[in-house]
């Protein structure tokens, strides 16, 4: 038996609870995994709350991401005692999660836990930071570079947009955080903004084409606030679309990309090849320090994820929350 946060769909209603299961139910896998650690991500969060539809089986163990020590595997690519790493692949939604002290894998989804993490800090990046990893590297890959004028980062308060702004800020970029806890400036700061904007200026309904005003944007919010972002961002500017809490929606014109040459990308995390993985997890290492993990998370135990969940859920967990079993 082992412990893991359940999800089940029941005469009860939909609900969560920390609960004991057999190894036997674990689903089909070629990799069997001891958990070290999880994460909680926004999508996590709904899951558990069930304030959205993003489970689709049940009973379901939550959680997106995990770190785990491998204790058995029919896969040539794992042996016993290799330590993995795992983000997204539909797992904790269609397939059991990493909420749990013991996981069962499809090998294709994992890759090696890069030897200049911890199981803790790989977790304090987790999901969030790969994928503001995969958005930095779009900016980069369209030949981004800081002389050519600021990054925005929306959503600042956020897991990706946390890792977004350390990430830029190190590479020696810019960056304007838009945020709706402005009282978090100080926090922002620290991570590197050199400017902090109200969410408001952003949200709201705005002209096609507006002043320019950034080089890139890293949006983690969707909606008339991507819309607004690229009004404003400069000519032949990259924008990256990686998250939606302000709604999937998008209520923009043509304009920003005919008149001023601007390009968005699209950052999908969830299904994106082994080796783009392999590379962004390698640019993650390169890039940030121990001391930038310590400064953008908290841990707590395995029993205290369903409580989190809806504090992050509410915006009132600031950076990212690590799950040690």
């Not at 994992?110 to 930071?129: D, V």
């Not at 990309?257 to 290492?285: C, H, M, N």
């Not at 953008?296 to 859920?313: F, K, Q």
Request: net charge negative; with cysteine.
């Amino acid at each position: 038996m082992f412990n893991a946060v359940l999800i089940n769909n029941d005469e009860q209603g939909y609900h969560a609870s920390l609960s004991k299961v057999s190894e036997q139910d674990l689903p089909e896998g070629d990799v069997q995994i001891a958990v070290q650690a999880s994460t909680l991500n926004y999508k996590d969060a709904l899951a558990i709350t069930g304030k959205s539809t993003i489970i689709r089986d049940f009973p379901m163990v939550p959680g997106i991401d995990l770190v785990g020590e491998v204790l058995s595997s029919s896969s040539e690519r794992f042996q016993t005692g290799d330590q993995v790493l795992l983000n997204g692949f539909g797992v904790g939604e269609s397939h059991w999660g990493g909420l749990a002290e013991r996981a069962s894998l499809n090998s294709d989804w994992l890759i090696a836990l890069p030897s200049a993490f911890t199981p803790e800090q790989a977790m304090a990046i987790g999901t969030a930071g790969y994928t503001a990893m995969l958005s930095v590297m779009a900016l980069e890959k369209h030949g981004l570079s800081p002389d050519q004028g600021p990054v925005l980062v929306t959503g600042a308060n956020g897991g990706v947009g946390s890792y977004a702004i350390r990430l830029l800020s190190k590479l020696g970029f810019d960056v304007v955080a838009s945020t709706g806890r402005p009282e978090e400036a100080d926090y922002l700061k620290k991570l590197g903004a050199t400017e902090i904007i109200d969410r408001a200026e952003l949200s709201g309904t705005g002209k096609p084409l507006q002043k320019e005003r950034w080089a890139g944007v890293v949006d983690c919010v969707g909606s008339q606030t991507l819309a607004n972002a690229c009004a404003s961002t400069r000519y032949g500017g990259a924008v990256t679309a990686c998250g939606l809490a302000q709604g999937m929606d998008f209520p923009a014109t043509v304009m920003p990309f005919i008149l001023r040459g601007v390009t968005l990308y699209g950052i999908d995390s969830v299904k994106r090849p082994i080796a783009d993985r392999e590379q962004a997890w390698q640019r993650l290492a390169e890039v940030l320090s121990a001391e930038d993990l310590d400064h953008i998370s908290a841990v707590v135990g395995l029993e205290d994820a369903i409580e989190y969940a809806e504090s992050l859920l509410y915006g009132r967990v600031q950076g990212r929350v690590i799950v040690k079993m």
